[in-house]
Nanobody, 123 residues
């Protein structure tokens, strides 16, 4: 599976962005898809995950109620809607694919990664 993330940009606090991740490969629909982010000087952290049939979604506490993850298996895409953005959301955002749903918060469980897209939130 190859992943291509897009949709990042510069936005003011309180604004919104929609990140997209396009996947190639026929097995996309069988993968758990996650979003992670990494701010300068910090470790990569879990943001959100969605199971292969979209029945399960989980969010980091820091983004719960503001971010929404979704996927379209027919189009091989996964999206992350970012609302009510805060300066602390500034980071490079990565989409990732895992054959497992367990331990979804661990980046080590993900076999495939997109190249990342920069989100910058100004105060």
């Amino acid at each position: 599976v190859q992943l291509q993330a897009s949709g990042g940009g510069l936005v003011q606090a309180g604004g919104s962005l929609r990140l997209s991740c396009a996947a190639s490969g026929r097995a996309f629909s069988s993968y758990t898809m996650g979003w992670f982010r990494q701010a300068p000087g910090k470790e990569r952290e879990f943001v959100a995950v969605i199971s292969w049939r979209s029945r399960n979604t989980v969010y980091a506490e820091s983004v719960k109620g503001r971010f929404t993850i979704s996927r379209d298996n027919a189009k091989n895409t996964v999206s992350l809607q970012l609302n009510s953005l805060k300066p602390e959301d500034t980071a490079v955002y990565y989409c990732a694919a895992s054959p497992y749903y367990s331990d979804y918060e661990s980046s080590r469980k993900y076999d495939y990664w997109g190249q990342g897209t920069q989100v910058t939130v100004s105060s």
